[in-house]
């Protein structure tokens, strides 16, 4: 049985052994320092931000600006600081606190009650569980709000995607009822191909949009929030403000920039290897979520105890020489266990087929 107060240490320990990947990216700092070195001459950067003004960053809010359709972008840290800072300027023009948002959003459950504390913001649930909102979610909502949040994909519901008509439908109720719309697109990057409409004509449903480098882009970390320049202007202050505006930026502004160019034109392909993986694991004993993956990450489901199946997991990782995937959990559901999958560039260069075996026999035996 695997201890589970020194897991993660062992878990890390492998990961650090093996030389190949499939779901996790595995590099080292010196690695990814080295690649940075060589992306600014590659990309012309010759000169360091000055608190996030000048050289990559500022080419980085171009870039962003210009493919999400709207007049400006700010570069942010983190996506936390990014999404409690817009929302707060929605609230603090609307006059009301109150912001709408799906029960399972990130700001509900993973900020450490920050929005609250910081900023003074009070919830109301468009949806409660794995369900995305549509219009009559917001309709649902009595009273004078100050901001409506949506989340593509809802990532806790297992990256689940709303459809473009219920997109459109949320968009178009917002407006009527004056109502400003943001968008938590942490990994809208992913999100596009399954809509396959340009990326502005996505962000155009919105007030404003929230977009994240580390996640599918592969950048060491920050955000961009991108909406109508006044907006923009008053964002400014608060990433200050909430001590977001660091002496030097350029090394995040570089890898999100390399994202952009090398990973944004690939996600079309990572979707459609991991639907391939996920047709190929039922015949293996796994369930996936969802059933058809809109987009590269999606969640397996199985039989087993969370502590039997990391063992085997720890097993094939020193055997195989190979990070197969996360750890797995155990779920509400005593005798499920559950991990999520996300398909990049490591997991193309295996066949699918062979992928779902490696993980059938880890779950299996």
């Not at 995937?325 to 996300?342: H, I, K, M, S, Y």
Request: hydrophobic share 40%.
């Amino acid at each position: 049985m695997t201890d589970e107060t020194d897991f993660p240490d062992r878990f890390r320990a492998a990961a650090r052994s093996c030389d190949r990947t499939v779901f996790w990216r595995l590099t080292r700092p010196a690695d990814d320092l080295a690649r940075l070195a060589g992306a600014c001459t590659e990309l012309g950067i010759d000169e360091w931000d000055g608190y996030g003004s000048r050289g990559a960053v500022a080419e980085l809010e171009s870039q962003v600006a210009a493919l999400l359709g709207k007049p400006a972008a700010l570069f942010v840290p983190s996506g936390t600081l990014a999404q409690q800072a817009v929302l707060r300027i929605w609230c603090d023009r609307s006059g009301s606190r109150r912001v709408a948002l799906p029960d399972l959003s990130h700001l509900v459950h993973h900020e450490e009650d920050g929005p609250r504390r910081l900023h003074g913001l009070e919830w109301d649930f468009l949806t409660t569980g794995r369900r995305t909102p549509v219009a009559a979610d917001l309709a649902a909502v009595p009273g004078r709000l100050g901001a409506a949040l949506t989340e593509v994909p809802l990532r806790d519901a297992g990256c689940l995607l709303p459809s473009w008509d219920d997109l459109v439908g949320l968009s178009t109720a917002a407006r009527e009822r004056g109502v400003p719309l943001h968008l938590d697109g942490a990994r809208l990057w992913e999100s596009q191909p399954f809509y396959d409409r340009p990326l502005a004509e996505i962000a155009g449903l919105f007030d404003s949009v929230y977009v994240s480098f580390y996640k599918g882009l592969g950048a060491q970390a920050g955000a961009c929030v991108v909406a109508d320049q006044d907006v923009v202007d008053e964002l400014r202050v608060w990433r200050k403000r909430m001590g977001g505006t660091l002496f030097a930026m350029t090394p995040y502004a570089v890898g999100a920039l390399l994202g952009l160019r090398d990973e944004l034109p690939r996600m079309g392909e990572y979707a459609d290897w991991a639907r391939s993986l996920a047709a190929a694991l039922p015949s293996r004993g796994l369930r996936v979520h969802p059933a058809e993956p809109g987009m590269c990450t999606f969640e397996v489901y199985a039989d087993g105890v969370a502590e039997v199946v990391n063992e085997r997991l720890l097993a094939f990782m020193e055997a195989e020489g190979t990070v197969l995937c996360g750890p797995f959990r155990q779920t509400d559901d005593p005798g499920t266990v559950v991990t999520e999958l996300a398909c990049y560039a490591a997991a193309t260069s295996y066949d699918p087929e062979k992928v779902a075996d490696w993980l059938g026999h880890v779950v299996n035996g």
